[in-house]
């Protein structure tokens, strides 16, 4: 089984996007013991779907990434991808000045912290400029948020950046599209692990959220691994459903 992994912040509050530095600490020292490989996120999609290896990902660009997860991964030699919002780069998560429910505002790494993860063999992905829910807006501005930010990233850290994570996992074949313009990979919030045939633009991951208690992520390759992510994705289509009737979304 192929799986990208979604971090964001590692932190003890407690919070939807927050897995505790103990449980984030079990997981990276079980992965580098070796039962499943870590890969960058472009070896991930060139191996064989047989083989058990998962891509790490980090979403949004905290500063906790670099005090608490980069020397983790840099004493383990373990790949990562971080993706960056790049008006904020700097600045902290209040995307469009609003807090979203239960999410704690934490600072963002700046350009020169950014620079310093790359030297430590940390890949920047791009999480568009502004982090909006693409699949409503315009279609020029959904080029904007996906061309521009990949060229202020260029441009501040001397690399392109070759993957993208729509924010809040939104997107449209359309959005997909106008991503495979300017990148190689494109990740969701699709809870799933990676098929064959899936679109490069499109991959799924799997939120730590769902495994941020002790043995979760390490229960890898069995009944209950699998019975969890079924029991999870049921649950959260149960959500959208429901969403999608009250008219929510
Ligand atoms: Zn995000």
Request: glycine share 10%.
């Amino acid at each position: 089984m192929r799986a990208i992994l979604t971090y964001h912040s590692i932190d003890d509050s407690g919070s939807p996007i927050s897995v505790s530095p103990a449980i984030f600490g079990a997981q990276i020292r079980w992965l580098a013991e070796g039962p499943v490989r870590v890969l960058s996120l472009e070896d991930l999609v060139g191996v064989s779907p047989e083989e058990d290896a998962v891509a790490l990902t980090f979403d949004d660009g905290f500063v906790n990434f670099e005090t608490v997860a980069a020397p983790l991964l840099g004493q383990y030699g373990l790949p990562a991808t971080l993706f960056v919002v790049v008006n904020y780069v700097g600045k902290n998560n209040l995307w469009n000045g609003k807090k979203g429910p239960g999410i704690p505002v934490l600072p963002l790494l700046d350009w020169a912290a950014l620079g310093r993860c790359i030297d430590s063999g940390v890949a920047i992905g791009c999480h568009t400029l502004n982090h909006p829910n693409l699949c409503q807006l315009p279609g020029n501005s959904v080029r904007k948020e996906l061309v521009d930010s990949a060229a202020v990233i260029a441009r501040e850290t001397g690399r392109s950046p070759r993957s993208v994570a729509y924010p809040y996992g939104a997107h449209t074949p359309e959005v997909a599209r106008m991503a495979r313009e300017t990148y190689r990979l494109g990740v969701t919030t699709d809870l799933r692990p990676v098929d064959s045939d899936d679109d490069p633009l499109r991959l799924p991951r799997l939120d730590m959220y769902y495994f941020r208690a002790h043995g979760r992520l390490e229960s890898w390759g069995t009944r209950r691994f699998d019975g969890r992510l079924w029991l999870r994705r049921q649950a959260r289509r149960l959500r959208q459903t429901l969403a999608a009737r009250g008219g929510t979304r």
